[in-house]
Structure formats: C-alpha cells, structure tokens
C-alpha cells in the first residue's frame, strides 16, 4: 500500500521554526512532483510549496524566503523547513505526491502560538 507519511509539526513560538519530513513508500518517488499544502480550520486547503522530478520549486507568497522545500530522491523524502513562523501559519500540513495519481498523507498539525 503506497504510504505518505509526515513528521515534524508542533508548538512554535512566532519567530521559532520547524522541519517537516514526509517519507513516502511503495512510489516510484523520483517521478513525482512532491508537496506541501496547509488547511486553516474553516479554510480551504492552500499549496504552500511544491518541487518537480528535477528540482524547480514553487511557493505560495505567503512563505516565500520563510520556507524551503527540498527532497531526497535516495531516501524518499521531501523536507519542508519553515522558518520565522508566524501565527498564521498555524494549520494541519499535509504532504502531496502527483504525477498520474495523486497521493496525499495523514497530515501534521503546526501550531504558531506564544
């Protein structure tokens, strides 16, 4: 059974940073375009970054020079590094995989608070 897999979310202080790690198994992963997207609660899920078989990544406004997204073809993995949260940032995050299917995880909640 293909698996998504997310860790990495918590408590935060605004200013403070997080790493969010998803393992995927049973995926040809080097062929898919991995992501992340966030849902709010009573808002819509929103893309947060995404990044291709060959590395182009692309983020929402909102986090750009805040966050980066990375993967590690050999390992499976796609990091999300967050950092100088901010309380709207608070949201389930969830990690994505696309190419002829779509694949999401269980989700990871992040929490932005003092």
């Known amino acids: 059974q293909v698996q998504l897999v997310e860790s990495g979310g918590g408590l935060v202080q605004p200013g403070g940073s997080l790493r969010l790690s998803c393992a995927a198994s049973?995926?040809?992963?080097?062929?898919?375009?991995m992501g992340w997207y966030r849902q709010a609660p009573g808002k819509q899920r929103e893309l947060v970054a995404t990044?291709?078989?060959?590395?182009?990544?692309n983020y929402a406004d909102s986090v750009k020079g805040r966050f980066t997204i990375s993967r590690d073809n050999a390992q499976s993995t796609v990091v999300l590094q967050m950092n100088s949260l901010k309380p709207e940032d608070t949201a389930a995050y969830y990690c994505?995989?696309?190419?002829?299917?779509?694949?999401w995880g269980q989700g990871t909640q992040v929490t932005v608070s003092s």
């Open positions: 990044i291709t078989s060959g590395g182009n990544t």
């Open positions: 049973r995926i040809i992963f080097s062929i898919y375009t």
């Open positions: 994505n995989a696309h190419w002829t299917t779509e694949l």
